[in-house]
Each structure stands twice: as structure tokens, then as C-alpha cells.
């Protein structure tokens, strides 16, 4: 506890130092948001657009509880986690080991491969490394070419398990690409995309979950980032870019990774050549808004904590901001003599930026409800989007670039529509279902 009050107090410090009113207004340079008051009217206004839908969620995770455990029946926050899991079992009941067959590794990176050059006439081509080029026998060397422009740059793909590797799927830059004035030519960018897969068996390829096939999308979103970035300096290119920015294409892209058009041109039984049925994909998309409003609310209070701690200094320990946000923004109990804040390590690396992920999430909505949901594989709208999002790293304002995409300026209510509204259930799947 003492060591963040310190590291708050210290961060104020600092921000004060170099002339800002808080550590949030520093942060916030340069951002999406611009500054922390933006980042709390978004955060309002999407608490009072879901507040009768979160009410709702937490009165069917009540009744559940109720049935469960009738003699202590009051909702408490660990319950959440699990009572939305058991909901989503007793409508949808998901089972991804169903779902793997049709997710074969090489299938959803032919996958990837039709989808990229479609959208951006670029094609992933397999290379075989140079001796002592990767640190392991399995990583994967993919070229990424273009039609007309030529090689853009390489991916590494460090997919699989491994003793010892960490278990976070991430994407990271090994080189960013830049122009080099000595030789008048484009320094390729080099990433790696790392994964943590199971091997292929002798009877079976590495079969994906659809919850893996999504990161591998997601990842490749922000590989993606850094192979069509076209910037003067490496410091600023691809994913190196605004916080509330970075995972705008890498959310874009979990769009992609759940749209049927997409998928049924990949997802085919590793055994049978089957492909995965529609009624399957609608029913797994419907089952993720089960509880949606309840997560999200969750996620909104995270966020807040986040900008109060790094606002102006309170007259307060860290532990009564936290109870009276509960409260507000959440919804369940408090209970006393916790101190969750101290398990919130986002606290430490995104500083006044935790709210980054829901901002990116509702700019990824509105460009794919604007620009793809018609077409996903529409080459005009993927050669726009790489043109006025993709190119410019973090070398563009990043309004700038939403707006250049949209071809209009959004505002926060925009944001917050385009998050609400996906919550929203998609009638064909109701009809789907009652057909079937
Ligand atoms: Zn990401």
C-alpha cells in the first residue's frame, strides 16, 4: 500500500515538475482522448448507456445464485466470473473442442493469407531461415510480399509451447521500419508473433480453440501494423503509437476472425474437408454477450480507478477511492478490509491509460460497422484503411487517422454507441436456431 501511494505521489511529482496539472494530463498527451476529462465523460456516458442492460445482467447472475446457493444468495464481485460462465454454458453451452477440428493451424493461416490478399494484395510466404537465424527449431519465418510493391518485411512466428516461454500471447518488434537517407531505400520491419500452442500430434495437426484462432487474428493485427507502416523513423512505426490507438487493428481483426464470410473460406475438418457450419459461428458470437454489459461495467470501473489514482492528490488512502468507485461504477459490494488495487498492476505500466482498451475497441467497431461489415474482403476499403490508418504509425494524430477512415470526426457519443450497440442480439442467429 505504501509503495503506491508513493508511486502516485512521486508521479504527480513529476508531472507537476515538467508544468501539467497531473500524471493524466501528462500521459494523456498525444492520445485519442487528449486529456483525462474526455476520458471520464466517455466513461459516464457508456456507465448511464449500459446501466439498465448491466442491471439486467446482474439480476440474471442473482436468480442463478439463488438456485445455486439459495441460502446465501447475495451477489458478491467473485461471483461475476463465475455465475457469467455458468449462464453462458446453460444457453449457448460452447464447447470449443467441437470447433477445433475445423481450426487446424495451416487452415487459419491460409486463413489470413486469402484475407490479407484480398484486402491488401499481400501474400505470407514460407521461408527457411539461415542457420542460427531463430532461437528455436520450431519458429517460422514468413516473408510478407506484395503484389506490385514487393518483400514489406518478415514475421517470425514463434507459435508453439515451450518450456520456460512466457504463457502471454504477444506480438513485438525485433527491427521497426524506417527510411534510410545513407541508401535511399525502406529499412524492412522484422517482428516476432509469439504464441503458445500445442504441438501436432502423430494423428492430428495443431488444432486451434476458437478463443486461439481470435489471439492468432488479433496478434497478426498488430503484426500487420508494423508490415504496412510506412513511416520516416522507426521510433513511431507500427504498433508504436498512442495507447487508446495500438489495438485498433488488432481488435479490427477479431471482427475478421468471427465473420462467417471469413471463416468459411478456411475453416474446413482436418479429417473430413467439412466446412465449419454457419449456425456454429453465430451461436459462439452470440454466446460472447452473455453478461457483456456486466464485463464491460467491470472494465469501465477498472478504468476509472485508474484515472482518480492518477488525478489530482486526494485526502484519502487509495483503499476509500476504490469503495466509493465500487460503488458507483460497479455496482457490487465492497468488502472490508480488501485491498484489491494492490493486485491492479496495470496500475504500474499503463499509468492513466488503462481505459486505452475500450477506446480501441469502439473505434475498431465503428471502422468495421462502417467500413467492412458490407464486405469484409473489399479490397477499396482495406487499401483505405492501410493507406489512412495502418501507414502512419504513431507519426499521425491518431484522430486524425480515424477521421481520414470514417471520413467524418467521431465524437465520445460515437464511442459509446458503437460499444453499446454491440451488445445488441443479432435476430438471424434467434431465427437460425428456432429453424434448426
Ligand atoms: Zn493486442
Not at 535511399?184 to 486451434?208: E, G, I
Amino acid at each position: 500500500m505504501e509503495c503506491l501511494e508513493e508511486l502516485l505521489k512521486c508521479r504527480y511529482k513529476l508531472a507537476k515538475l515538467v508544468g501539467y496539472d497531473s500524471y493524466g494530463h501528462r500521459g494523456l498527451k498525444g492520445t485519442m482522448a487528449k486529456n483525462p476529462e474526455t476520458v471520464m465523460s466517455f466513461l459516464q456516458l457508456l456507465t448511464e448507456k449500459l446501466s439498465q442492460r448491466t442491471a439486467k445482467d446482474f439480476q440474471m447472475m442473482r436468480e442463478m445464485k439463488k438456485k445455486l446457493n439459495p441460502r446465501n444468495a447475495e451477489l458478491m464481485p467473485w461471483d461475476h466470473p463465475f455465475l457469467s460462465g455458468v449462464l453462458r454454458a446453460e444457453r449457448y453451452n460452447i464447447e470449443p473442442s467441437l470447433y477445433s477440428p475445423y481450426l487446424s493451424i495451416g487452415a487459419c493461416m491460409e486463413g489470413l493469407n486469402n484475407l490479407f490478399s484480398q484486402l491488401y494484395g499481400v501474400s505470407l510466404m514460407s521461408e527457411h531461415p539461415g542457420a542460427g537465424e531463430t532461437w528455436s527449431d520450431d519458429v517460422r519465418k514468413l516473408a510478407v510480399v506484395h503484389e506490385t510493391e514487393g518483400l514489406l518485411g518478415y514475421i517470425y512466428c514463434d507459435f508453439f509451447h515451450r518450456r520456460d516461454k512466457p504463457h502471454q500471447d504477444c506480438h513485438f518488434t525485433i527491427r521497426g521500419g524506417r527510411w534510410c537517407q545513407e541508401t535511399d531505400q525502406y529499412q524492412l520491419p522484422v517482428v516476432v508473433l509469439m504464441l503458445s500452442l500445442p504441438h501436432p500430434t502423430k494423428s492430428a495437426p495443431t488444432l486451434l480453440t476458437p478463443g486461439m484462432m481470435e489471439n492468432l487474428f488479433h496478434e497478426m493485427g498488430h503484426a500487420m501494423h508494423s508490415m504496412l507502416g510506412r513511416t520516416r523513423y522507426q521510433h513511431v512505426t507500427g504498433t508504436r503509437c498512442a495507447t487508446d490507438f495500438a489495438e485498433v487493428p488488432s481488435i479490427l481483426m477479431e471482427y475478421f476472425a468471427t465473420d462467417y464470410r471469413v471463416i468459411s473460406q478456411f475453416a474446413r475438418h482436418y479429417e473430413t474437408g467439412q466446412p465449419l457450419p454457419e449456425s456454429m459461428v453465430a451461436r459462439l458470437c452470440e454466446s460472447k454477450k452473455v453478461c457483456g454489459a456486466a464485463d464491460t461495467q467491470l472494465q469501465i470501473f477498472y478504468a476509472v480507478l485508474d484515472q482518480i489514482y492518477h488525478g489530482k492528490p486526494q485526502n484519502r488512502s487509495t483503499t476509500e477511492i476504490l469503495k466509493e468507485m465500487q460503488e458507483k461504477f460497479y455496482g457490487l459490494p465492497y468488502i472490508p478490509n480488501t485491498a484489491w488495487q494492490l493486485r491492479f498492476s496495470h496500475l504500474i505500466g499503463y499509468g492513466a491509460k488503462y481505459y486505452s482498451y475500450l477506446m480501441s475497441r469502439a473505434v475498431a467497431s465503428m471502422v468495421w460497422n462502417q467500413c467492412f461489415v458490407q464486405d469484409p474482403l473489399n479490397r477499396d476499403m482495406g487499401e483505405r484503411y492501410r493507406r489512412e490508418m495502418l501507414a502512419h504509425g504513431g507519426a499521425k494524430e491518431p484522430m486524425l487517422m480515424v477521421e481520414g477512415m470514417l471520413q467524418r470526426r467521431p465524437g465520445i457519443e460515437d464511442f459509446v454507441d458503437a460499444l453499446v450497440s454491440e451488445l445488441n442480439p443479432n435476430f438471424e442467429t434467434f431465427l437460425m436456431d428456432s429453424e434448426s
